[in-house]
């Protein structure tokens, strides 16, 4: 069974660096689309960024423009968001998430296009 596990989050002062990392893993993965997805209790799962698994194109979504960096590695199936100058308002759980759905560019930017999602680990920043 295909599985998306995640690793990296923890926490970091106001100012720094955190990357984390999605491999797939169980069963042969070939996505259109990859996400990096956050979500806190106060707020809905919100896309960060997201990349085709194909063409490699991307989406930024504003709170991450500058700050965020999503990549992929096919040939090892893992998906990576690097996130610098983290903020107190970065606090979130992270998920990753696939797309099996055709989207423009196949880059998918909405939560109702994917379809598996990793565990999601907590990213804390503090002030």
């Known amino acids: 069974q295909l599985q998306l596990v995640e690793s990296g989050g923890g926490l970091v002062q106001a100012g720094g660096s955190l990357r984390l990392s999605c491999a797939a893993s169980?069963?042969?993965?070939?996505?259109?689309?990859l996400g990096w997805f956050r979500q806190t209790p106060v707020k809905e799962r919100e896309v960060v960024a997201a990349?085709?698994?194909?063409?490699?194109?991307?989406y930024d979504a504003d709170s991450g423009k500058g700050r965020f960096t999503i990549s992929r590695d096919s040939a090892k199936n893992t998906l990576y968001l690097q996130m610098n100058s983290l903020e107190p308002e970065d606090t979130a759980v992270y998920y990753c998430?696939?797309?099996?759905?055709?989207?423009?560019?196949?880059?998918?930017?909405?939560?109702?296009?994917?379809?598996?999602w990793g565990q999601g680990p907590q990213v804390t920043v503090s002030s």
């Open positions: 990349i085709s698994w194909i063409g490699g194109g991307t």
């Open positions: 998430a696939a797309s099996y759905h055709m989207c423009s560019g196949y880059v998918c930017y909405d939560r109702e296009q994917y379809h598996l």
């Open positions: 169980g069963d042969t993965f070939s996505p259109y689309a």
